[in-house]
C-alpha cells in the first residue's frame, strides 16, 4: 500500500490533475456510504456512467472511489495565506490540545480544505472561539509560529 501512495504522490505532482472536494448534504440519505466523504478533497482521475473516479489522498491513507458529480466541488488552488493559515490552525491545536477535543478526521479535513472560510467554520463547529480564532490569524499574521 505505502507503494501505491507513492506512485499516485509522484503522479499527482506531475500531472495537472483537477482538485476537487466532496460535499454532501446530510439529508440526502440515498448517497449512504458516500457521505463519510464528505470534506475530504481529492483529484478527479476518470469519468465514469456514475459519476467521477475520485482519488482521496489523505482518506484512511489512500482510497479511489467513485462519487456521484453533484457531490463533488471543485477548488482552485491553494496559495500562500491559506498554507500558512493551516499551519496556525495546526499549531494552534498542538500548542492547546488539552483544550480542545480534535479527532484525525477534522485535523485531516483541515489538511484538505482550501477555503479559510471553511476552515473557520470547521473549527466553530469543533468547539473553538472567536478569541481562538482571532488569536489563530494573530499567529498567521505575525509569523509567531516556532
Known amino acids: 500500500m505505502k507503494n501505491f501512495k507513492k506512485l499516485m504522490d509522484s503522479a499527482l505532482q506531475q500531472t495537472e490533475l483537477k482538485r476537487v472536494r466532496i460535499k454532501s448534504d446530510p439529508a440526502n ?5 458516500i457521505t463519510k466523504f464528505c470534506g475530504y ?16 489522498e489523505n482518506f484512511e491513507g489512500g482510497v479511489i472511489v467513485t462519487i456521484p458529480s453533484g457531490m463533488i466541488e471543485y477548488t482552485k488552488p491553494e496559495g500562500k495565506n491559506e498554507q500558512a493559515f ?61
Open 29 to 33: 440519505v440515498q448517497n449512504g456510504e
Open 86 to 146: 493551516k499551519h496556525a490552525v495546526m499549531h494552534y491545536i498542538y500548542e492547546n490540545k488539552d483544550r480542545f477535543k480534535c479527532d484525525e478526521n477534522l485535523l485531516a479535513i483541515i489538511r484538505n480544505t482550501s477555503s479559510i472560510k471553511d476552515i473557520e467554520q470547521y473549527l466553530y463547529d469543533a468547539g473553538f472561539s472567536k478569541d481562538d480564532i482571532l488569536n489563530i490569524y494573530k499567529l498567521t499574521i505575525n509569523g509567531q509560529l516556532q
Open 41 to 56: 478533497v481529492g483529484y478527479i482521475l476518470a469519468e465514469v456512467k456514475r459519476g467521477k473516479k475520485v482519488y482521496l
